[in-house]
């Protein structure tokens, strides 16, 4: 899927997708990093078979996803980072409900919005076309990579390969469930590298055919890894998904709670 080399660009120039190639920007040298630095990455992806969208970001600031995921169930998805500026998300996804594509929907983000420079970032709509934006003044090695419904970036990476890699952890089982893909994703990025820093928070959103995100975790911080914990939460919230949904639509047709007390 990205078999076609790489091309790289400047800082300050928008990617868009479907493309079979890796597109990095790489600005300056990575800086030496403090703990304080909010160093990200994330990946935006589409589940062909299922039409589920989802993301998942992780960062060493505290709450990540609380800031930078945003997903619309049959619309698309839109990480916004670096230095962040969380109303983008909501007006990519607005921009796309629109019926702009997710490269129409970032190119009119970055004509319009304030502080531009200082963005990263990624997006795909629903029929997995996808798009990526590196302000200039994205903060150290930054990179991002689009395939077929994926897009991946980051920022104060350890090298630019970073998000080539996590897309093709993402691509390498289009069989299994979009969640687990993503944080295939995720631990590729550690693999490939990762960031200059260690990362202390995680989030994974999902939307299906509801109106409500089907899947919206987090570890808000942790000393430890945060990708292997949100894997452990993932692995007890995944089969519990359509349990919740059905709760929701249809109560009487909904499985016991499987607690005392509830039926």
């Known amino acids: 899927m990205m078999g076609h080399g790489i091309a790289r660009r400047t800082a300050g120039r928008r990617t868009r997708g479907p ?42 600031s505290p709450a990540v996803a609380a800031r930078c995921a945003h997903a619309r169930a049959g619309i698309g ?4 980072q670096n230095v962040t500026d969380p109303t983008l998300g909501p007006r990519g996804l607005d921009l ?15 004509e319009t919005a304030p502080h531009i420079a200082h963005r990263q970032l990624l997006a ?15 903060l150290g090695i930054h990179a991002s990579a689009e395939g077929l419904d994926a897009a991946a970036g980051g920022n104060l990476l350890k090298n ?21 893909r993503l944080i295939k ?10 960031e ?37 939460l993932w692995q007890v919230y995944k089969p519990q998904i359509d349990a919740y949904v059905t709760r929701a639509l249809d109560p009487e047709a909904a499985p016991s709670y499987g607690v005392p007390g509830a039926v």
């Open 185 to 194: 994703a995720m631990r590729a990025a550690l693999d490939a590298g990762g």
């Open 19 to 60: 493309v079979r190639r890796s597109v990095l920007a790489l600005h300056g040298h990575a800086p030496k990093l403090e703990q304080t630095k909010p160093v990200t990455f994330s990946i935006v992806g589409r589940c062909a078979h299922t039409g589920m969208l989802g993301m998942a970001v992780s960062s060493s």
């Open 96 to 110: 796309m409900a629109s019926g702009r594509s997710a490269g129409e929907a970032i190119d009119k983000i970055v």
């Open 196 to 232: 200059e820093g260690p990362v202390h928070s995680i989030g994974m959103l999902i939307t299906d055919k509801v109106p409500w995100p089907v899947v919206d975790l987090r570890i808000d911080w942790t000393e430890d890894d945060p990708i292997t914990g949100l894997d452990a």
């Open 160 to 180: 630019e390969s970073v998000p080539s890699g996590m897309l093709h952890a993402f691509a390498a089982h289009p069989e299994d469930h979009l969640g687990d």
């Open 124 to 138: 795909v709509d629903a029929e997995g076309r996808t798009a990526t934006y590196s302000g200039e003044r994205t």
């Open 77 to 80: 998805v839109v990480s916004t």
